[in-house]
């Protein structure tokens, strides 16, 4: 099985109101795919339907419409057998606060049917160097440690996909990175991972694959192809002093795309700078201008985001 | 059965580290033992010896009327009787709604529900879980309270005509049965006014409304109006054995994971 997260057309349509008398569209035709051992970022403002849309493919509420594989299991038939099959952190999730570490997962192990139960409960225990508390109430303990424990009660049962919603808001710097390093750690076992999240510095250096997200899928693709696709790869060449003329002497270099003159410096579109680069210094010299430095201009997932989100904004209104 | 286990130990464990859930399973049933017992020990030294009429007795026509042939000492301790049996019944719906009422708000307000219900648990495993986990200390604990109302009725040499009375059928039935039919359907109330409710206290308080039912019986009781027999306790048994299995059912259709985690908050 390649994909593990499959959706068609899936949609969630909440009604509210006394009389339940509002539509409201939380997620609108969602198709997506997610391959084994991809970690995929859904990216969204808050209110997207990101939330709806981790809580449909985990088998917690029901699609007005669509399908969905989850794990090779159809949603809305094999619920169960898809709820065995994931493992979920929640936004805010909640632990058994009068109960140890070490109880809070025993009681996960047993309800997902872990086969042994004390090999898996020390085994995540030490792993997240919770050990030494184990035996201590979960109200004693850090938000970081918290975030430990419930990333540990997630994984318990060795889920094949882990769905993590919103992982690091409100931790620390030091507690995100925790679950940063330990999500890298999961990404090299091969776990299909579907993560949301706001921190787009955070799904830039984790995910293989995002998703930009406003009630409708808006696109999807790796970081540097969603980069690529909305503004290209730009090229800045410094220069000592600029001659018009230049502007149209790169132009006509084979695979340049617009040129603009800003200043002393030339800024080219290029669809393969490693290919065009050293063409165009060749050319910039021998017409006589003094190149000073060559860098490529880096457009930020955040960049591409906004501009995503705005875009979807204005559309809706 | 290994999820409801899971489920009956979790609670357990949250549960019995609740001081107000403690004070409630242990002073409950401490003071409805000793309260009979005080009474019967108090109207025990009387020298009403004489049969009962319902002149003298002050006792309400219809009780006296139950009591012939017996002394009025007897016939009013056997009147009591009636009002303490029933609170016998009330002890197993009280504990458990203590229990119940704070099951699923509980988890709401830790947000711990969520994670829960994502496991594969099923709803029905969840529903009996929490539902068992509120009935068996209800239950054991008033079979026990019981247990030293009749030891302690022994020690006070009632005679034998109210001491019969207690170890009736009727009353046996009434605490040993209907008690724990009463306690199922107090817990599946509970259990739904605490998945519908925002705060721990407010689901306890609207929880313990289930109780007034028996309240109406034990007001009926005490004015006379009212004489428990034996029909009376199977006609109670059978009609409440319904209402808690059609509860039940209707607790697995109202109880959806989709409606507690976007409408019940």
Same mark, same amino acid.
Request: charged share 20%.
């Given at each position: 099985?390649?994909?593990?997260?499959?959706?068609?057309?899936?949609?969630?349509?909440?009604?509210?109101?006394? !009389?339940?008398?509002?539509?409201?569209?939380?997620?609108?035709?969602?198709?997506?795919?997610?391959?084994?051992?991809?970690?995929? =970022?859904?990216?969204?403002?808050?209110?997207?339907?990101?939330?709806?849309?981790?809580? /449909?493919?985990?088998?917690?509420?029901?699609?007005?419409?669509?399908?969905?594989?989850?794990?090779? +299991?159809?949603? =809305?038939?094999?619920?169960?057998?898809? %709820? %065995?099959?994931? =493992?979920?952190?929640?936004?805010? $999730?909640? /632990?058994?606060?009068?109960?140890?570490a070490?109880?809070?997962?025993?009681? +996960?192990?047993?309800? #997902?049917?872990?086969?042994?139960?004390?090999?898996?409960?020390?085994?995540y225990l030490s /792993?997240l160097g919770l050990w030494e508390r184990r035996?201590?109430?979960?109200?004693?303990f850090?938000?970081?440690m918290?975030?430990k424990l419930?990333?540990a009660?997630?994984?318990?049962?060795?889920?094949?996909?882990?769905?993590?919603?919103? $992982?690091?808001?409100?931790?620390?710097?030091?507690?995100?990175?925790?679950?940063?390093?330990?999500?890298?750690?999961?990404?090299?076992?091969?776990?299909?991972?579907? /993560?949301?999240?706001?921190?787009?510095?955070?799904?830039?250096?984790?995910?293989?694959?995002?998703?930009? +997200?406003?009630?409708?899928?808006?696109?999807?693709?790796?970081?540097?192809?969603?980069?690529?696709?909305?503004?290209? %790869? %730009?090229?800045?060449?410094?220069?000592?002093?600029?001659? $018009?003329?230049?502007?149209?002497?790169?132009?006509?270099? $084979?695979?340049? =795309?617009?040129?603009?003159?800003?200043?002393?410096?030339?800024?080219?579109?290029?669809?393969?700078?490693?290919?065009?680069?050293?063409?165009?210094?060749?050319?910039?010299?021998?017409?006589?201008?003094?190149?000073?430095?060559?860098?490529?201009?880096?457009?930020?997932?955040?960049?591409? #985001?906004?501009?995503?989100? !705005?875009?979807?904004?204005?559309?809706?209104? | 059965?290994?999820?409801?286990?899971?489920?009956?130990?979790?609670?357990?464990?949250?549960?019995?580290?609740?001081?107000?859930?403690?004070?409630? &399973?242990?002073?409950?049933?401490?003071?409805?033992?000793?309260?009979?017992?005080?009474?019967?020990?108090?109207?025990?030294?009387?020298?009403?010896?004489?049969?009962?009429?319902?002149?003298?007795?002050?006792?309400?026509?219809?009780?006296?009327?139950?009591?012939?042939?017996?002394?009025?000492?007897?016939?009013?301790?056997?009147?009591?009787?009636?009002?303490?049996?029933?609170?016998? &019944?009330?002890?197993?719906?009280?504990?458990?709604?203590?229990?119940?009422?704070?099951?699923?708000?509980?988890?709401?307000?830790?947000?711990?529900?969520?994670?829960?219900?994502?496991?594969?648990?099923?709803?029905?495993?969840?529903?009996?879980?929490?539902?068992?986990?509120?009935?068996?200390?209800?239950?054991?604990?008033?079979?026990?309270?019981?247990?030293?109302?009749?030891?302690?009725?022994?020690?006070?040499?009632?005679?034998?005509?109210?001491?019969?009375?207690?170890?009736?059928?009727?009353?046996?039935?009434?605490?040993?049965?209907?008690?724990?039919?009463?306690?199922?359907?107090?817990?599946?109330?509970?259990?739904?006014?605490?998945?519908?409710?925002?705060?721990?206290?407010?689901?306890?308080?609207?929880?313990?409304?289930?109780?007034?039912?028996?309240?109406?019986?034990?007001?009926?009781?005490?004015?006379?109006?009212?004489?428990?027999?034996?029909?009376?306790?199977?006609?109670?048994?059978?009609?409440?054995?319904?209402?808690?299995?059609?509860?039940?059912?209707?607790?697995?259709?109202?109880?959806?994971?989709?409606?507690?985690?976007?409408?019940?908050?």
């Amino acid at each position: 099985m390649r994909n593990m997260i499959k959706t068609q057309g899936l949609t969630k349509i909440f009604k509210i109101g006394k !009389k339940q008398e509002t539509e409201l569209v939380a997620v609108d035709d969602l198709s997506l795919e997610v391959e084994r051992g991809e970690v995929f =970022g859904f990216l969204g403002p808050n209110g997207a339907g990101k939330t709806t849309t981790v809580r /449909m493919l985990t088998g917690l509420i029901r699609p007005s419409s669509g399908s969905a594989q989850i794990a090779g +299991f159809e949603l =809305g038939k094999n619920d169960t057998e898809i %709820r %065995r099959n994931v =493992g979920i952190l929640t936004e805010s $999730p909640g /632990m058994y606060e009068r109960l140890s570490a070490e109880k809070n997962l025993t009681i +996960f192990a047993n309800l #997902y049917d872990v086969p042994d139960i004390d090999k898996a409960v020390n085994k995540y225990l030490s /792993m997240l160097g919770l050990w030494e508390r184990r035996h201590d109430a979960v109200g004693s303990f850090s938000k970081g440690m918290r975030q430990k424990l419930v990333v540990a009660r997630a994984l318990i049962h060795e889920p094949q996909i882990l769905f993590l919603d919103e $992982p690091t808001t409100g931790l620390d710097p030091e507690a995100s990175k925790t679950v940063r390093d330990f999500v890298e750690e999961l990404k090299t076992e091969g776990r299909t991972i579907f /993560m949301t999240t706001h921190n787009l510095d955070e799904a830039e250096r984790l995910c293989d694959r995002v998703g930009i +997200f406003q009630q409708k899928l808006l696109t999807q693709d790796s970081p540097a192809n969603l980069r690529e696709k909305m503004y290209g %790869r %730009r090229v800045v060449f410094h220069l000592r002093e600029l001659q $018009p003329a230049w502007v149209d002497l790169v132009s006509s270099i $084979p695979g340049t =795309g617009s040129v603009e003159a800003v200043d002393n410096k030339l800024v080219v579109s290029l669809k393969d700078p490693d290919e065009s680069n050293p063409e165009i210094v060749r050319t910039l010299v021998a017409a006589g201008a003094d190149v000073q430095f060559v860098g490529e201009i880096r457009h930020s997932l955040e960049q591409v #985001y906004l501009e995503m989100v !705005k875009g979807s904004e204005r559309v809706q209104q | 059965m290994k999820h409801i286990r899971t489920i009956i130990n979790k609670e357990w464990s949250e549960v019995f580290k609740n001081r107000w859930v403690i004070s409630t &399973m242990t002073m409950l049933p401490l003071l409805f033992t000793a309260l009979p017992l005080v009474m019967l020990s108090m109207t025990g030294g009387s020298t009403m010896s004489a049969e009962i009429s319902a002149e003298s007795s002050g006792l309400p026509a219809g009780v006296v009327a139950s009591c012939a042939g017996l002394s009025a000492v007897d016939c009013t301790q056997i009147y009591l009787l009636n009002q303490f049996m029933l609170i016998f &019944m009330m002890m197993p719906l009280m504990i458990p709604t203590t229990i119940a009422a704070y099951s699923i708000v509980g988890e709401k307000t830790t947000r711990s529900l969520e994670p829960l219900l994502a496991t594969p648990i099923t709803t029905i495993e969840l529903l009996a879980g929490k539902g068992l986990a509120a009935v068996i200390p209800g239950v054991l604990i008033s079979y026990a309270a019981f247990g030293v109302f009749i030891l302690g009725s022994l020690l006070l040499k009632l005679s034998p005509a109210v001491f019969s009375h207690i170890i009736s059928p009727t009353w046996l039935l009434g605490v040993l049965v209907l008690g724990p039919i009463l306690s199922v359907i107090a817990t599946i109330f509970a259990t739904y006014v605490s998945s519908r409710a925002s705060d721990p206290r407010v689901a306890e308080q609207l929880s313990s409304m289930v109780i007034l039912p028996l309240m109406l019986v034990m007001f009926a009781v005490l004015a006379g109006k009212l004489v428990i027999n034996i029909w009376f306790m199977l006609i109670a048994i059978v009609f409440c054995a319904v209402v808690a299995f059609g509860m039940l059912h209707l607790g697995t259709v109202i109880f959806d994971r989709e409606n507690i985690l976007t409408k019940w908050k």
